[in-house]
């Protein structure tokens, strides 16, 4: 079974970071591209990042470009989403998300920027 | 900055068909903006229902179905059942991004 868990999320300062991970299991995660999404409460999805296989092309949302990095460790099955110079309008549901097709979610990790 | 557009909201009766449409400030939708469809309900994640303009998951419903109409990408859903009553986001591909349309809300009633 394809599950996907984030995790890392909580409360931040603005200006602050926080390293967001999901764990992947039930598939070959080294043999997908993987996204973050996020969802500030009450809005709608908004895409974030996505990553290729090996993570040698990465590209990003205008709005984190510059403070955000997606990186993945195939040998931990694990994605990662570093988020710095963080901002309330950062604050939302962090989802990852299976690609090629874009196919499973996971349940999300709620980060809140508040001072 | 590319905008995706959706109809707000949207009403259909039990049993009908609605069609929900997807358009790019960019000018006509093809398929080579991939287009994605999800659908969300209250306090849910996302549930991916069509990929690549017309291609369904193993989970998507028969009442389903994706295309192309008029430069936009459009999900339409024949024999509307009470349960798909959600919010639903389409989602295209930019080449160095992609974008979510703002969502439609559709009501069963």
């Known amino acids: 079974e394809v599950q996907l868990v984030e995790s890392g999320g909580g409360l931040v300062q603005p200006g602050g970071s926080l390293r967001l991970s999901c764990a992947a299991s039930g598939f070959t995660f080294s043999s997908y591209w993987m996204h973050w999404v996020r969802q500030a409460p009450g809005k709608g999805l908004v895409w974030v990042s996505r990553?290729?296989?090996?993570?040698?092309?990465?590209i990003y949302a205008d709005s984190v470009k510059g403070r955000f990095t997606i990186s993945r460790d195939n040998a931990k099955n694990t994605l990662y989403l570093q988020m710095n110079s963080l901002r309330a309008e950062d604050t939302a549901v962090y989802f990852c998300?299976?690609?090629?097709?874009?196919?499973?979610w996971g349940q999300g990790t709620l980060v809140a920027v508040s001072s | 900055q590319t905008v995706v557009t959706q109809e707000p909201s949207l009403t259909v009766s039990p049993g009908g068909t609605v069609t929900l449409t997807c358009a790019s400030s960019t000018g006509a939708v093809t398929s080579t903006f991939y287009p994605n469809w999800v659908q969300q309900k209250p306090g849910q994640a996302p549930r991916p229902l069509i990929y690549?303009?017309?291609d369904k998951h193993s989970w998507t419903p028969a009442r389903f179905s994706g295309s192309l109409l008029g430069g936009k990408a459009a999900l339409t859903l024949s024999g509307v059942q009470p349960e798909d009553e959600a919010e639903y986001y389409c989602l295209l591909y930019y080449g160095s991004s992609w974008v979510f349309g703002g969502g439609t809300k559709l009501t069963v009633l």
């Open positions: 998300v299976r690609d090629k097709p874009i196919d499973y």
């Open positions: 990553i290729n296989t090996d993570g040698s092309n990465t």
């Open positions: 690549s303009t017309s």
